[in-house]
């Protein structure tokens, strides 16, 4: 498998609003061909490069993939996800659906300022009720801490995460109207915007 950012198209449709360079297209598919790399359809966006205010786009990034892989793995996909925050769309190479089980407990510096963070957290550590050696004891009164926060969470995350799906939803909105038309300043300001506000 090669990936990555090849910085070259293959034809005139996959760049948008940018110069299409046909010898720079034609030694690129003639490697491909040579080499005997399959180049897997792309699900989701077009394109994958987004320069200069949203204006110029272009498919850059892409799998190529050898036949003998694909004789592993015949069900492989490509699909290139939301970017957000960059200007390149990750792009996703898939051959199952792993269930890696629960996800683990993260704790994220901003909820330190968070309304209720060191209430919860100070309350759990105090009023916990334990037994057993030190380790075991520490173990316990963690696991009793991460639960009261959990418990928090659960009241406030609800509400962050729907702005969050908004604002995804919008930027991902504004990059599928810039796909099909010439881009606007207007459009690029609410896009840059909608980042912030994730950030």
Known sequence: IMMGDFNAVRRPDERFNSIFCYRTARD??????EVGFTDLKMGGFRYTCFRNDDIKLSKLDRFLISPSFLDIAPKTSVTALPRELSDH?????STTKPDFGPPPFRLFNSWLRREGFEKTFITSWNNFI???TPDQYMVAKLRHVKEALKKWRATEHPIEEATLINLNKEIERLDQEAESRAPNIEAAKRRRDSLKKIA
């Open 28 to 33: 690129f598919n003639k490697f491909i061909q």
């Open 89 to 93: 769309c990750p792009i996703l190479l």
């Open 130 to 132: 334990g037994f057993g």
